[in-house]
C-alpha cells in the first residue's frame, strides 16, 4: 500500500479555536512531511519529521506543533487558528530526506472563519 | 536559499498537441530534480525523478530536459490527450550534504482539450 492518508479531507474552524491534523502511511518510511498550499502558491514546507527529529521551518515555527507517536502517524497542531490559516494541508512521506520520491496524501482543506 | 520559477501557470492546449512547462531554479548545487502530477481531489504523484547528471529523460508520452547551464528543468508532453489534464509541479533538491528540503514550484494547471 503507498497511500498517504490525511483526515479529516475537510475542516471548519473558528478563529482562536485549536485544530489537530492527522496522517498516515504504513510504507514504513522514516521521513514525513507538511505543506501548506494556497492557490497559486508553491506548497510551502511547515515541518518534516526525520525518524523521530522534528524540524520546524524558521519562519512557520511558533505557528504549527506536531507529534510522530509512531513511524505511521504524524499530526499537524494549530493552537490557535487565524483566518490565515486557511489553506491545504499536503501531508507527504519519503523513504529518505531529499533524494527520495515524496508520497503525498489527498490534502486536509481548512477554513477558518 | 533555493528559488524555483515555474511557467507558465495556465496552459491550454488541443488533444495532439504538445505542452511545455519549464522550471527555473536559483541554486548551482541543485541534484535532485521532481516532476510531480497532481489530479483533481488526489495528491501529488511522481511523474519522474531526475539526477543532475542526467540532460534528457524520457517518460510514457513526455520527455524532461535538464539544462544545467541554465537551471533550467522542462517537461514536455508530445501529444497531449485528455487525460494529462491535471496541475504538474516541479520540486528541485539539494544533495544530501546539504539543504534536504525540495522546493517546489507553483504548479502549472494544464487543460487538454478533445
Known amino acids: 500500500d503507498t497511500t498517504v492518508k490525511q483526515n479529516p479531507r475537510y475542516k471548519l474552524a473558528r478563529v482562536g479555536k485549536p485544530v489537530n491534523l492527522i496522517c498516515s502511511q504504513t510504507?514504513?518510511?522514516?521521513?514525513m512531511y507538511w505543506y501548506q498550499k494556497k492557490p497559486n502558491q508553491a506548497p510551502k514546507l511547515l515541518l518534516f519529521y526525520y525518524d523521530k527529529i522534528l524540524n520546524r521551518e524558521a519562519d512557520t515555527f511558533e505557528k504549527f506543533q506536531s507529534s510522530r507517536p509512531n513511524n505511521s502517524f504524524c499530526s499537524l497542531y494549530i493552537g490557535s487558528a487565524g483566518l490565515e490559516y486557511s489553506a491545504m494541508y499536503l501531508c507527504?512521506?519519503?523513504?529518505?530526506?531529499?533524494?527520495?520520491?515524496?508520497?503525498f496524501g489527498p490534502g486536509t482543506r481548512l477554513t477558518v472563519l | 536559499g533555493e528559488q524555483v520559477e515555474q511557467r507558465p501557470p495556465h496552459l491550454s492546449v488541443r488533444e495532439g498537441d504538445s505542452a511545455v512547462i519549464i522550471c527555473t531554479y536559483t541554486d548551482p548545487n541543485s541534484y535532485y530534480f521532481f516532476w510531480y502530477k497532481q489530479e483533481p481531489g488526489a495528491g501529488l504523484q511522481l511523474l519522474m525523478k531526475?539526477?543532475?547528471?542526467?540532460e534528457i529523460n524520457e517518460g510514457q508520452g513526455f520527455t524532461v530536459l535538464l539544462n544545467k547551464k541554465d537551471k533550467q528543468l522542462s517537461l514536455n508532453l508530445t501529444a497531449a490527450h485528455p487525460g494529462d489534464s491535471a496541475v504538474y509541479f516541479c520540486a528541485v533538491s539539494l544533495t544530501s550534504g546539504g539543504n534536504y528540503k525540495p522546493t517546489f514550484g507553483k504548479g502549472t494547471s494544464l487543460v487538454v482539450h478533445p
Open positions: 531526475v539526477f543532475s547528471s542526467t
Open positions: 510504507m514504513n518510511h522514516d521521513t
Open positions: 507527504a512521506s519519503s523513504r529518505d530526506r531529499g533524494q527520495a520520491e515524496q508520497f
